[in-house]
């Protein structure tokens, strides 16, 4: 009776010292390099804000943040390698839009979206404009909708890929209007910006910051800002709300963790993520940049996830879009 009490006793000592071992390796996190993989390629705003933060964080934290790009499969390949990594908060994942939309666009995704990966911060978000070129005779929506109805399926919108925020706008804005236009995808923002800028492609959701030079001197035409209420960036411009499409597009950053992460390192990144975004060099950059900086809670960043994944998911199912 006596040693199986002390082997009962013996248990529970060892079963007690689990939590506060990981108690105390969690208070010593980060004790070296911690990753941020961006399944993007270098050069585009998701890249830019990783870097742009991951400095910051560096010194906040007393160690390297090192941005390690993973594109791929329309980011599945980033963002699965970080879902399989130990959940320790070495290694996070900066997504976008299209991890929202994968979870309804990709058939088979090697990861589960909701239950594999922690949201841990919403970092910014770049306002889109809706714009063609000024050759196409288009200034307004309802100039746009009336093309699109004399001919049918002849006009055209481009995007930065399959499944990206610039797609599925284009595909909404077809299923507001009630018109059929082709979508034409890119790889990336500035080869669909090229065509738009010549005239091959009829109009394009992009970044404000990124077209705003072209639409001030005349090479584009600005048929309205993607967002409810003027833009502080462009208030001169209407809103596609104002015109009749209550119709939000953008493009936004995160950061996520492998799902099991400890939520004290969730808390501690969120917190400096948000101490990073106040920061004057910081809010300089996102200014000139056209970017909204986003400070918030984790919670707050899962449920902005959620509500990205069902509208996504809806705008997919009505317009029945697939990959390829």
């Given amino acids: ?3 199986r ?5 013996g248990s529970a000592a060892a079963l007690a010292s689990v939590p506060a071992l ?5 208070s010593a996190w980060p004790g070296k390099p911690v990753r941020v993989v961006v399944p993007f390629t270098p050069g585009g ?23 390690e790009n993973k594109p791929g499969a329309g980011t599945v390949i980033g963002v699965d390698y970080v879902a399989k990594q130990p959940a320790d908060g070495y290694t996070l994942v900066c997504v976008a839009n299209s991890f929202t939309a994968n979870k309804t666009l990709v058939k088979n995704l090697p990861y589960d979206t909701t239950k594999d990966l922690k949201p841990v911060a919403l970092m910014g978000l770049s306002e889109h404009v809706l714009a063609t070129h000024p050759n196409s005779g288009i200034k307004t929506l309802d100039d746009l909708k009336k093309a699109a109805l004399a001919k049918p399926d002849s006009l055209t919108y481009a995007s930065f890929g399959n499944g990206t925020s610039a797609h599925l706008s284009g595909a909404l804005l077809c299923q507001m209007l009630g018109v059929n236009m082709v979508h034409v995808p890119y790889k990336g923002q ?7 800028l010549g005239g091959q492609v009829t109009v394009m959701f992009g970044n404000w910051s990124e077209f705003r030079g072209h639409i001030e001197s005349g090479k584009l035409h600005a048929i309205g800002m993607a967002t409810l209420k003027r833009s502080r960036f462009a208030p001169n411009v209407p809103t596609l709300a104002e015109q009749g499409a209550a119709l939000e597009s953008n493009s936004w950053q ?4 492998p799902a099991g992460t400890p939520d004290a390192i969730v808390q501690r990144v969120n917190a400096e993520v948000n101490k990073a975004l106040a920061l004057p060099s910081v809010v300089e950059v996102f200014a000139k940049s056209g970017i909204v900086a986003q400070p918030g809670t984790a919670a707050q960043f899962a449920g902005f996830v959620n509500s990205e994944i069902a509208k996504y998911g809806d705008i997919i199912r009505r317009a029945n879009i697939t990959m390829g």
Avoid: H
């Fill in 254 to 257: 995160g950061l996520l963790a």
């Fill in 190 to 196: 500035g080869p669909a910006l090229t065509d738009l």
């Fill in 22 to 26: 990981s108690l105390a390796q969690q």
């Fill in 5 to 9: 009490q002390f082997l009962q006793a």
């Fill in 1 to 3: 009776m006596q040693r």
């Fill in 45 to 67: 705003t998701t890249d830019m804000v990783a870097r742009l933060i991951g400095v910051e964080l560096g010194k906040q934290l007393g160690q390297p943040v090192i941005v």
